[in-house]
């Protein structure tokens, strides 16, 4: 008898999947600074009907994305430098979210 569901998977399967999903994370950073930047460079100065330059600012919000992006690339890469290479790893549901090869929720 099984119980419950466990995946085995290669280490370069792992490693390639984080490798993806690291990429994803800084592509979304990237874009988001650029995004933020560009906002931030449309900004009139002293403009006094322009509210939405207030502390938590739409370019603000896009710099704060971007940095949680890079943290969660950070995170991915330390996993992915520490895959024991030729091992197969016997993964759950909470290792396959963890590694964002599972949506957080279920469908």
Not at 9 to 19: C, F, M, Q
Not at 25 to 30: F, G, L, P, R, W
Not at 41 to 64: F, G, I, M, Y
Not at 99 to 105: G, K, P, R, S, V
Request: with cysteine.
């Amino acid at each position: 008898m099984i119980d419950g569901l466990r995946l085995d998977v290669s280490a370069d399967e792992i490693v390639k999947l984080l490798d993806q999903r690291i990429a994803e994370h800084v592509e979304n950073a990237d874009a988001d600074d650029e995004t933020a930047a560009t906002l931030g460079s449309l900004r009139q100065p002293n403009d006094p009907d322009d509210d939405c330059w207030a502390e938590d600012s739409a370019p603000q919000r896009l710099r704060r994305r971007a940095q949680r992006e890079r943290e969660r690339a950070d995170a991915l890469r330390f996993m992915r430098d520490h895959v024991v290479r030729g091992e197969t790893y016997r993964l759950t549901n909470d290792d396959l979210r963890t590694l964002e090869i599972l949506d957080t929720q279920p469908w």
